[in-house]
C-alpha cells in the first residue's frame, strides 16, 4: 500500500503516547508501521529530492504538528510524552485528528502564521502534504516549466546552434574535448550523419560520436539504425544520439 498522509498518523500517535508514558520517535515509527501494515518497500519510498523517506517525513510533520497544538510536549531529544490536553483529546473519543481538528488551540494557529506566505496558504489548501512535498512539488513543476521553455527556444534557433548546445552539454557534464574540438573531427570526418566527435574521458582514451535531432516529430527506427551506420562507417564503437523531441518505441527496441 502507498503511505498514508501524515494526517493519518496524528491520532495514532497520541494515542501511543495515551499510556502517560515517555516514548522515542523510533518506538513510535515501528508501532505505526506494523499498524498500517507498511512494507519495507512502502517505508523505502523517497520523497522526489531522494533525500529523505516519505513515511519518516509524514511522521516528522504529524508529531511536529500535534506537538504545537499543546497534545504533547518533548522531553528529551528524539522522545515525548502526551499533556494533560492530549489526553482530555483522547478523552473525547474523537474518530480522527487532522489540521482543521487542530485548529480550535490558538498555539497551533500562532504556530501556522508567523510568516504568512505562499507555502503556508498552500499547506492549509493541501493539508495532507507535509511543506517538503508541497516545495518539491512547486519545484518539480518550475523544472518542469522551464524545461519547456528551452525547448521552445532551441526550437527557434538553428539546427546547427542545437548540434554546438549538445556538445557543449556533454563538455560540461564531464566528458573530455571542447565544442572546437568537436566541430573540427566532424568536418575530418565527412559523416553527413554524424553531428559531433567527443572524447569519452580527459585523457582521450576513447571518443564518442554524436547525432543531434532538433525535431518536433518523433524519432523512429529508420533515424537510429541509419546512425548506427554511419557509426559502423567510421569503426566506432560508442554513439549518442540526442533529440528536443522523443523516440520511438521501435527505435528503443532496436537498439536494445
Not at 480550535?104 to 502564521?113: D, L, Y
Not at 492549509?124 to 513543476?141: A, D, F, G, R, V
Not at 570526418?189 to 516529430?217: F, H, N, P, T
Not at 559502423?232 to 528503443?252: H, N, P, Q, W, Y
Request: net charge negative.
Amino acid at each position: 500500500m502507498s503511505v498514508p498522509d501524515h494526517q493519518s498518523f496524528m491520532l495514532p500517535i497520541l494515542q501511543i503516547a495515551g499510556d502517560g508514558q515517555e516514548h522515542s520517535v523510533s518506538e513510535v515509527k515501528e508501532i505505526i508501521a506494523s499498524t498500517f501494515g507498511l512494507t519495507d518497500e512502502d517505508r523505502s519510498e523517497l520523497l522526489p529530492s531522494g533525500t529523505q523517506f516519505r513515511f519518516e517525513n509524514r511522521i516528522h510533520w504529524a508529531r511536529s504538528k500535534i506537538k504545537h497544538a499543546g497534545l504533547l510536549e518533548n522531553t528529551t531529544r528524539g522522545k515525548f510524552r502526551i499533556t494533560e490536553r492530549g489526553l482530555q483529546i483522547l478523552r473525547e473519543n474523537s474518530p480522527y485528528i487532522n489540521q482543521k481538528f487542530l485548529e480550535r488551540f490558538p498555539e497551533f494557529k500562532e504556530f501556522q502564521s508567523p510568516n504568512r506566505n505562499i507555502v503556508i496558504e498552500e499547506i492549509e489548501e493541501q493539508p495532507s502534504h507535509t511543506p517538503e512535498e508541497i516545495l518539491e512539488s512547486s519545484y518539480q513543476s518550475l523544472r518542469t516549466d522551464l524545461a519547456q521553455e528551452l525547448i521552445d527556444r532551441v526550437m527557434s534557433c538553428s539546427p546547427r546552434f542545437f548540434e554546438k548546445l549538445v556538445v557543449d552539454l556533454l563538455v560540461v557534464m564531464g566528458y573530455g574535448g571542447s565544442r572546437r574540438d568537436a566541430g573540427e573531427a566532424t568536418r575530418q570526418s565527412g559523416d553527413g550523419g554524424i553531428d559531433g566527435i567527443i572524447k569519452e574521458d580527459r585523457l582521450g582514451l576513447d571518443v564518442v560520436y554524436i547525432q543531434a535531432k532538433r525535431w518536433e516529430g518523433t524519432v523512429g527506427r529508420p533515424i537510429v539504425q541509419a546512425f548506427a551506420g554511419s557509426l559502423e562507417g567510421v569503426r566506432a564503437r560508442k554513439g549518442v544520439l540526442i533529440t528536443t523531441s522523443t523516440f520511438s518505441k521501435d527505435a528503443l527496441d532496436y537498439v536494445d
